[in-house]
């Protein structure tokens, strides 16, 4: 097996420590889980802590040379190591401990390969950095994003960094959005695979500089490589000093966005 994992490519090993980590989430879900405690009320589960251990031992079987920076345990390797994965273990904790089936599990190559898995419906969304597919029932399905659905999903969780001038919760205030979109809030980055699926227009967040977090990592390298418009809030491109993330199946949503996130009306 050991062998097999050094044979996959970048984005073979993205998706199998994505798949390995969404099983043990799948096996544990229902079960009365220990929480961790990580202030301000923020916690992890026993499952988050299990699931990552999982997606670690594909990685080190893979790529034991790279380093890992993960949710749950921290940065891992050698500090000066060309090569780091950013791994999120459990992607919608609160939900999952609650008993909402909204989750994901996030592996992503800084600059390069990524997955996002789905622990219950079984599908791995992956990328090489330049294309993008979906993997369900062993049959791969190239991601197209488009705006039909008009549903932006839109991440109203504090820390609202943005404030006073912008939060993401006053987007759904503007007339303009009620006239274009339709909010939802699944309060997990999976949200960003359903966009370059062409599940959801756009997806919205206020926040600091997310390309190189555990949390949207994946979501965000998905995006790019099946084509939508990704940026800050403030219009740069994520990962170039940008701060929070707009990430939109086409052009024209995404300008209709950004539109409403910078009126005051």
């Not at 090569?83 to 190559?109: E, K």
């Not at 791969?140 to 006073?164: E, H, I, K, Q």
Request: with cysteine; aromatic share 6%; proline share 4%.
């Amino acid at each position: 097996m050991i062998n097999s994992f050094a044979d996959l490519d970048d984005a073979g090993v993205a998706a199998t420590a994505a798949r390995a980590g969404a099983d043990v989430v799948r096996d544990m879900y229902g079960q009365r889980l220990a929480r961790i405690d990580k202030g301000g009320g923020d916690f992890a589960t026993a499952a988050d802590v299990a699931a990552e251990q999982a997606i670690l031992d594909v990685l080190r079987a893979a790529r034991p040379d790279d380093a890992v920076l993960g949710e749950e345990g921290g940065q891992q390797g050698a500090a000066d190591a060309v090569r780091q994965w950013l791994v999120d273990p459990l992607c919608g904790t609160l939900n999952y401990a609650v008993g909402t089936m909204l989750v994901a599990v996030n592996v992503a190559l800084r600059g390069g390969a990524a997955a996002v898995a789905d622990p219950f419906s079984g599908e791995v969304f992956r990328t090489d950095g330049e294309r993008a597919w979906v993997r369900d029932e062993g049959a791969d399905r190239r991601l197209t994003p488009t705006s039909a659905t008009r549903l932006v999903d839109v991440n109203l969780d504090p820390p609202f960094p943005g404030a006073p001038g912008f939060r993401t919760v006053d987007l759904l205030a503007r007339p303009a959005f009620a006239e274009h979109f339709r909010p939802r809030v699944v309060s997990t980055t999976l949200a960003l695979a359903w966009v370059a699926a062409g599940r959801r227009a756009a997806y919205v967040t206020d926040g600091g500089d997310l390309s190189g977090s555990v949390h949207f990592a994946a979501g965000i390298a998905l995006c790019r490589a099946a084509g939508c418009v990704v940026t800050g809030i403030d219009g740069t491109p994520a990962g170039q000093g940008g701060r929070g993330l707009v990430a939109a199946a086409d052009a024209e949503t995404h300008r209709l966005l950004m539109a409403m996130v910078h009126s005051r009306k």
